[in-house]
């Protein structure tokens, strides 16, 4: 485990919901940080998760190789967190899944560190019918190639408090009578903490014994959709529709989506294709054994955050329900 203080780590793309724990767990090793991102003035909130100079915030656009190497300057691992949903705003799955991926994988091994982590997502298959699971795909291959010892991580879907998973769910019991039943709600879903994955980054730095693997992190339990929103209505304490949405209806609204800039539409044609695949550790697959971390169910952690959408119920002063 890192824990000298004069070492410093690299975290690519460390202002996004999976970052901002990395970089808070990294922070309590002692190490110094840099965090690398396209916005630096978006990763600001950061500095305070470290001691007065630990964490140092810098610009990097990891298709930039030049901006890359910059970036990894002196430093003795990197951790690359990258990834987009939708394509939009000058970003594209290539640019950042397989370029930016293989950019830093390049730029790791020609500086000679000693360690590199790659975040990537179950569902990276060449074969995927969706852009995103084939770029996650072909970024791992260039990691491999570049940086043959480097740990490579997929998690299932995050949950956390600024998910946007169980909180846009939530959110839509504000102002819809319904939920959508995309496909029936079959796909199946294993939610892994935010915390318990980021552990799993850290403890995969400077270990010998990781070097080279993959490893696929789930939680606990596996879920159908249909049970996730059962869950968050319960949890929320409203009482709403469940209405199926057939995938070719689905399909419609996708499209839709597809017109609005990068990251604003509910539903792209390539999630659509993405929620057409359970999104489950494979059978077999190595996972937070071999980390000794046992994973947290989502009913340990979402009933906090979700409780600012429950239906509050006004009580006159004798304790008896109003209206």
């Known amino acids: 485990m890192i824990a000298m203080k004069d070492r410093l780590v690299t975290v690519f793309g460390g202002s996004g919901f999976l970052g901002r724990y990395v970089v808070a767990r990294l922070a309590r090793t002692g190490v110094r940080i840099r965090v690398a991102v396209r916005d630096a003035d978006r990763a600001l909130f950061l500095k305070p998760a470290g001691d007065v100079g630990q964490i140092a915030i810098m610009s990097c656009d990891v298709t930039d190789a030049a901006q890359v190497r910059a970036a ?17 705003w000058g970003a594209t799955f290539d640019g950042v899944h397989v370029q ?11 500086a000679g560190l000693g360690s590199l982590v790659h975040v990537s997502a179950i569902g990276a298959d060449p074969e995927s019918s969706s852009a995103y699971g084939r770029t996650k795909a072909a970024g ?11 740990v490579i991580l997929r998690p299932s879907i995050l949950f956390g408090p600024e ?10 019991t504000r102002i819809s009578p319904a939920l959508p039943l995309i496909g029936g709600g079959q796909t199946r879903f294993q939610p892994v903490w ?18 080279g693997r993959t490893f696929e ?11 996730i929103l059962e869950y968050i209505l319960a949890t929320v304490r409203k009482h709403r529709g ?52 046992r994973p947290t169910p989502v009913e340990a952690v979402v009933p906090d955050y979700l409780a600012r959408y429950r239906a ?4 006159p002063r004798d304790g008896r329900a109003g209206n």
């Not at 992190?217 to 049970?227: C, E, I, N, T, W």
């Not at 199926?244 to 509910?266: E, I, K, T, Y």
């Not at 659509?272 to 190595?286: H, I, S, W, Y």
């Open 140 to 150: 791992e291959a260039a990691v491999r190639e570049a940086f043959p010892t480097a």
């Open 194 to 211: 935010v915390v318990d994955v980021a552990e799993a980054v850290v403890r995969s730095l400077d270990e010998p014994e990781f070097a």
């Open 163 to 172: 998910d946007d998973f169980f909180n846009r769910f939530a959110g839509m």
């Open 100 to 110: 930016g991926a293989g950019n830093i994988a390049k730029a790791a091994a020609d």
């Open 242 to 293: 469940l209405v199926p949405m057939p995938w070719a209806l689905a399909g419609v609204v996708a499209r839709f989506g597809d017109l609005l800039p990068g990251g604003m539409a509910p539903l792209t044609t390539d999630q659509l294709r993405m929620l057409k695949r359970d999104n489950v550790v494979t059978e077999g697959a190595e996972g937070f054994a071999a980390f000794g971390i």
């Open 312 to 315: 509050w119920i006004h009580r």
């Open 72 to 88: 990894l300057a002196d430093a003795s691992a990197a951790i690359n967190l990258t990834g987009i949903l939708a394509e939009g």
């Open 217 to 227: 992190l789930g939680g606990p339990k596996v879920y159908s959709f249909a049970q």
